[in-house]
């Protein structure tokens, strides 16, 4: 992964732009995420400090991989209004993600917030480090590696994200939910307030950074003075809002919605963390339905994914990651009703259907449905770990 | 992404011993099989050759990335052998040395440069060169086969 701290702080930025600008927030989701300086969380976090302090921020988006100059050309096509509209990109990248933003964009005010340092790992115990830096920093080699704490002390850069301890409080109201007071922000997604307080809401569609949809109906809850059940994804905080997300007729439906979940795509889907997790909570041990004898060909024909569909559970995160991050939309949905399945290009193997490979589908997916391939065997013995292909065609490379 | 360049077979034979070495190899396959030094085709060409010229391969894996190392844990490895070969950057042998301290991990390709891509047209482009590749500033290579290619097709705006 490539190392990079940031490198200007509040006020620099704020320098650098006018109350005029029309301003982009441009992130990437990939090694500077890990880094700690981008993601969508950070760009919310910056959209509402710039809009307190009276900028103009129209957009905020967010990229798969900032450093191929395809995809950000294809984020530029997707929003070309909003693109013609922006003066200012304010990129959270590393210098690899800024200079594809300037090849893309050359006649607008592009701004760096980020040093990029070299390659690096991301541990365990450290967190991200730089094991292998750029001349630039005089840094030699080093294994063990340099945590960004010893970056930014060296380079008098700064630590985390944009003057973190005074990012302004959003305006909060308060809430009912299951009896109890809750201070959540005003206006903002139920959902993601109910989990940012610890609140336990079973969700498998909805991500922050790839919006909400309502597919899945695992987080319905109750709102007074609404009919029926609401999915909390796709609700918008209001003033008193009154909400139970538990009892006994929340807790049978979402044991229904799950065995059925199970039950359409069969047994391979209780393999998958986020389903197990759920099982294990609602003590589901036997599905009441008939689990489904899915036999679909799982598709290994690319060289880094691969897709089994008998995992799908169609909540769309993958279509719309690549839709949104990647900008290529290689993931769709095809059919109706209960024939809808998702497939790649044009009904086509993953190896034929263009992919960029940025990762963002397997990211994103809660079933594995998607999964980076990883092979792995053993050259004598018992193969004990599963080889799902070995390529039996070699053409010598490796210069002699 | 991070640009390597794999070193000749024979001098990644020089640092291998026939009778004492028992090897693995491990692929990455993000930024080495971009750059046409990992990934599925880069282990199996080098797997076939070492076992053919009568060297002890135990294990081979490809993983998703080299570097990371909750990636690592995930994969699982247990490997037989004393000695890795890593097909990645110097940052994926940087993983492996810590990791596996009590085996010797070759360190079989040098660092060129950090790169932007672009898959539409298999390019990838050198923007910020390591120490003694200054030289590939600017350059353009075709993806997933590392091979140098004439002109320029991805403009560079200017300095980050």
């Not at chain 1, 307030?193 to 597919?215: F, Q, T, W």
Request: some cysteine.
């Amino acid at each position: 992964m490539i190392i990079s701290v940031r490198s200007l702080s509040y006020d620099e930025l704020k320098r650098n732009l006018s109350r005029d600008d029309k301003i982009v927030l441009w992130s990437c989701d990939t090694c500077v995420k890990y880094c700690g300086i981008a993601g969508m969380e950070k760009m919310t976090v910056l959209a509402d400090m710039l809009k307190e302090d009276g900028f103009n921020v129209i957009k905020k988006e967010l990229i798969s991989e900032s450093c191929q100059v395809n995809l950000a050309k294809k984020h530029k096509k997707a929003q070309e209004d909003i693109f013609k509209e922006a003066t200012t990109i304010i990129t959270l990248t590393c210098e690899l993600g800024y200079q594809c933003v300037r090849n893309v964009f050359p006649k607008k005010k592009v701004i760096a917030t980020a040093e990029t340092f070299g390659s690096g790992n991301f541990s365990n115990r450290k967190g991200p480090i730089l094991t292998s830096p750029l001349p630039t920093t005089g840094l030699t080699l080093n294994p063990e590696g340099y945590t960004l704490k010893n970056l930014v002390e060296t380079f008098n850069l700064h630590q985390a994200f944009f003057d973190a301890d005074k990012t302004p409080s959003p305006e909060k109201i308060t809430i009912t939910v299951d009896g109890k007071p809750l201070e959540v922000k005003k206006d903002a997604n139920l959902l993601d307030e109910l989990l940012a307080n610890r609140v336990k809401i079973p969700h498998l569609c909805y991500d922050s950074s790839l919006g909400s949809i309502g597919a899945c109906r695992m987080c319905l809850v109750k709102i007074e003075g609404k009919r029926g059940f609401i999915p909390s994804c796709c609700t918008q905080i209001e003033e008193g809002m009154v909400v139970t997300t538990e009892d006994e007729e929340l807790e049978s439906l979402r044991k229904s919605v799950l065995q059925m979940i199970i039950a359409e795509c069969g047994e391979e889907i209780q393999q998958s963390r986020d389903i197990r997790y759920w099982m294990h909570r609602y003590k589901i041990k036997e599905n009441r339905f008939k689990l489904s004898k899915k036999e679909e060909a799982v598709d290994d024909s690319d060289e880094v994914l691969i897709r089994d569909p008998n995992r799908c559970i169609l909540c769309g995160r993958c279509v719309r990651a690549c839709a949104k991050l990647s900008g290529q939309k290689v993931i769709n949905f095809a059919n109706r009703g209960s024939a809808t399945v998702t497939i790649t290009g044009l009904n086509e193997s993953f190896a034929n259907a263009d992919c960029a490979h940025c990762l963002a589908c397997a990211h994103y997916c809660p079933t594995n449905a998607i999964t980076p391939k990883s092979i792995a065997k053993k050259i004598t013995g018992y193969p004990f770990w599963t080889l799902i292909s070995y390529p039996k065609k070699i053409t010598p490379t490796i210069s002699s | 992404m991070i640009f390597s360049k794999i070193e000749s077979y024979e001098d990644i034979i020089k640092k291998l011993d026939k009778k004492e070495d028992k090897i693995a190899i491990i692929s990455c396959n993000t930024c080495a099989r971009t750059c046409g030094n990992g990934g599925i085709n880069k282990l199996n060409e080098l797997g076939f050759r070492l076992i053919r010229d009568g060297y002890n391969v135990s294990d081979e894996a490809v993983v998703l990335y080299a570097c990371s190392e909750p990636i690592l844990r995930e994969a699982k490895l247990k490997l037989d052998a004393n000695t890795i070969i890593v097909l990645s950057c110097s940052a994926g042998w940087s993983c492996f040395t810590r990791n596996y301290p009590d085996k010797k991990v070759l360190q079989v390709t040098e660092d060129i440069g950090l790169v932007i891509t672009d898959n539409d047209r298999e390019i990838f482009k050198v923007v910020m060169p390591y120490k003694g590749h200054e030289s590939e500033m600017g350059k353009e290579y075709k993806i997933n086969t590392g091979e140098p290619l004439s002109g320029e097709k991805i403009k560079l705006r200017c300095a980050a």
